[in-house]
């Protein structure tokens, strides 16, 4: 089963998508892939309460912030991925990479191929009205871009608000 969770900073999609993993994963292992590189205060904060959030739930952490079509996971996994903005951050800034939306549409392709069940979380950054400047925007572009390459492959797609999943596309359960 694979699902797109996408939702607003703070909405309850990294909640949601923990405890579905919990739900879906069976016997196999349960895979955090977390893409934030660990900046500053504000970062580090951010990921001590991810790692709380999960700290009794049996996921084995995996520190991976690009090149994602590298892994190599057990093929009975549940996969959670933490999360595209961070990772197409990551690849577009860090990496200064020219094709990042199709490098990490393969690159998650490449998990789902290879897990039982996956889980992608993404940001939700396109609903405010504001103009931002050339690298924003190619940001925005680029994490849209790969939220709609996902969202076409993927047996669902949920939206979070408020803690609230919104079902948009439903396959597979």
Sequence with gaps: MTELVIGGSGSGK?????????KIKGKGKLYYIAAMIP???????????HREMRADKGFETIEKYY???ELKLDQSSTVLIECLSNL??????ELREKNAAEKIFFGVKNIIDQSKNVIIVSNDIFSEDCIYGNETEMY???????????GNIVDN?????????????EGKK
């Design 88 to 93: 197409t951050a990551n690849e577009i800034f």
């Design 39 to 49: 900046y500053g205060d504000e970062a580090n904060k951010r990921i001590a309460k």
């Design 14 to 22: 990294s909640e949601y998508a923990e405890n579905l993993c919990m």
């Design 67 to 69: 090149n994602f079509h």
């Design 157 to 169: 797609v949920t939206e979070v608000l408020f803690s609230v999943p919104i079902k948009y596309k």
């Design 140 to 150: 925005m572009k680029t994490l849209g871009d790969i939220n709609y390459m996902l």
